[in-house]
């Protein structure tokens, strides 16, 4: 955040922000969008990549997904997103990913289905903004100052900035969620 001044002119103070970081976190209608997960198996591998032909639905997916970057790109006054790739993914197992990036202008996920854990972040996405603020002072532009917690649940929407870092807290051994997981391309 700076604050600019106008020699001489009292009152005349503005106050621009350069912190801005738009996300879009909301519920996602995804009615008639399913995927065929395996059964849970405590032995088997944490993190499954679902083929394209499991779920059903993927093109209202895709287009939920494009809607949602495309409105980003025009808050930031960017070019609009023309293309996704988006993938089925089931976590379970103790499934955790430390801070990570995307690759892509917009990362997004949708929840399809998540078991209830013991512990309310168990399976939890979290976002970070990795930029620093200013040492030892309070940032009012600074996004979050923490991290911004999405908790899994059937629905839940969310696309961010691919530079955004991100993370997602370990899941419980019975714990399975499958998610729709996008990047802009």
């Known amino acids: 955040m700076t604050a600019t001044a106008t020699a001489g002119a009292r009152g005349t103070e503005t106050v621009t922000r350069y912190w801005k970081t ?5 519920t996602a209608d995804i009615t008639g969008i399913t995927a065929r997960a395996p059964e849970p198996d405590p032995a088997g591998h944490p993190r499954l990549i679902l083929p394209a032909s499991s779920v059903t639905g993927m093109a209202g997916l895709e287009a939920q997904f494009l809607a949602s970057m495309n409105q980003l790109a025009e808050t930031d006054g960017a070019a609009p997103v023309t293309a996704v790739t988006v993938q089925a993914e089931v976590w379970r197992n103790r499934y955790d990913l430390p801070a990570f990036a995307c690759q892509g202008r917009y990362a997004g996920w949708t929840f399809l ?3 209830k854990p013991g512990h309310s972040e168990s399976g939890c996405l979290n976002l970070t903004d990795p930029r620093a603020g200013s040492a030892l002072t309070a940032m009012p532009g600074l996004p979050w100052g923490r991290q911004f917690v999405i908790v899994p649940a059937a629905g839940a929407h969310a696309v961010v900035p691919g ?5 997602i807290v370990p899941l419980e051994a019975s714990q399975q969620i499958t998610v729709a997981v996008a990047v802009a391309s």
Do not use: D, R
């Not at 738009?22 to 909301?26: A, C």
């Not at 530079?163 to 993370?167: E, F, H, N, Q």
């Open 163 to 167: 530079w955004l870092t991100c993370s």
């Open 113 to 115: 289905s998540a078991s």
């Open 22 to 26: 738009g996300l879009i976190v909301t």
